[in-house]
């Protein structure tokens, strides 16, 4: 490979990021159509050629309008990313972000930036023979806690036939009886999941239970009736397991302030270790509010995308736990920023993943890192039934914990097969 690279940076201020190596070469991404449509996957090849036998290839991910990622990443993200140097993570980060801005900067550009940043951090990690909890400053421990969230294993994935049905974002599959099904259980028959999840080593478990009620009642005024039908399965795994289990409750954002009122106050009894996007997380001001009015503490929130959103809400004390998703807020760079700002105010961190298997890997290389992220979530119907299609690496979770990662990057590779030419979705960008 021959030419001036310096000569591809847009300014003369940006001719460090094409001044060194090892470069980028291409950039593929595929849709997982098959396996669970709306998963983009990333790959960034570059000139590095192998370490121990493997190529030098970063990996990553995001979830939600995996189309319009894959778009921005092509369209104009590979402008800058192509012959530049694959190490130069924060100042393509920050280039790429401040382009972003000019046009609004969330959504799908976000989105592309976040899959961008894990794929460089992977990189990087590789070159360097480290875990990327390594170059983020740690270990702060050996072992990150996770809680079971209660999707199914066709949460975010539609089986058979239906794999083009439109679905909604935020809106959970019901699921059904069977293995795994873990968010039918949860409303049917909770005392029986909860013994299950116990004896599988999960101490903490997030029910959905509020759901079916805003599908059939809205989001602005709950009856009685309503608030006990949500409060059911919580209080009958508290009268099966006691304080064995650590109980969540997901509202996926579905009500507004009077109705999450209504379901704190129903909640109360519960002893929940939090509620997590009850209320819709539009305004600050009814957040803070929110937090004031409610008796159990509140979880804010992976609905959340800009850092200035984080620090709204930790200084005005709209949060007990503030939740991120390293997928959806600009990778694991931005992360980390976002936990050490909580960090600043005693408010501890959570990991959300209820997506891709990479999104579990940031997280877990950013608590690895970070002292105040307290847990991270985790699916185990996907862990069990669709990781295995997607990465070479298999998730452990025992006594409620997974280890973090020792292998050099984030932990985990796309599976090959996965970067198919004559696949639908399959797009890819050279030097």
Known sequence: ????????????????????????????????????RGLMLLRI??????????????????????EASAAVIHDWMAQRLLGADAAAVESH?????????????????????????LALWDILGQLSGQPVWRLLGGPVRNHVPVYNSCGGPFYGRRPGAASRAAGWPGHGDPGQPGPLEDNWSSVHRPAELAR????????????????AVYRRAGGHALSAADVEEGIAPFLAIREEV?????????GHGFFSLAAATRIAEGMDAVRPLWMEDVLRPDSVSAMIEFRRRSPVPIA????????????????????????????????????????????????????????????????????????????????????????????????????????IPERPGLGARWLDELFDPDHAGYRVSRL
């Open 196 to 211: 299950e999840l116990l004896e599988a080593g999960y101490g903490a478990m997030k029910l959905w239970s509020f759901d």
């Open 300 to 403: 804010v929130s992976e609905m959340l995308m800009k850092r200035d959103d984080y620090r709204r809400v930790i200084d005005g004390g709209a949060a007990d736990f503030v939740m991120i998703d390293p997928t959806w807020v600009g990778g694991i760079s931005e992360t980390k920023r976002i936990a050490e700002l909580a960090q600043m105010d005693n408010v501890p961190v959570l990991m959300h993943d209820c997506t891709g298997p990479l999104t579990l890997f940031a997280g877990l290389n950013v608590a690895a890192a970070v002292p105040c992220v307290a847990w991270q979530e985790t699916v185990r119907a996907h862990i069990q039934t669709l990781y295995p299609h997607l990465i070479d690496t298999e998730v452990k979770v025992e006594h409620g914990q997974v280890a």
């Open 1 to 36: 490979m021959t030419g001036n690279f310096e000569e591809r940076a847009s300014s003369p201020r940006e001719v460090h990021a094409f001044t060194r190596g090892p470069r980028i070469v291409a950039i593929e991404t595929a849709i997982a159509h098959d396996l669970m």
């Open 242 to 250: 006691g304080d064995a289990m650590e109980l969540l409750l997901d």
């Open 45 to 66: 090849h570059t000139d590095a050629g192998t370490v121990d036998g493997t190529p030098v290839t970063g990996h990553g991910e995001t979830y939600y309008v995996p």
């Open 93 to 117: 980060w920050r280039f790429l972000y401040e382009r972003m801005t000019a046009f609004g900067g969330i959504g799908a550009e976000l989105r592309a930036l976040s899959a961008v940043d």
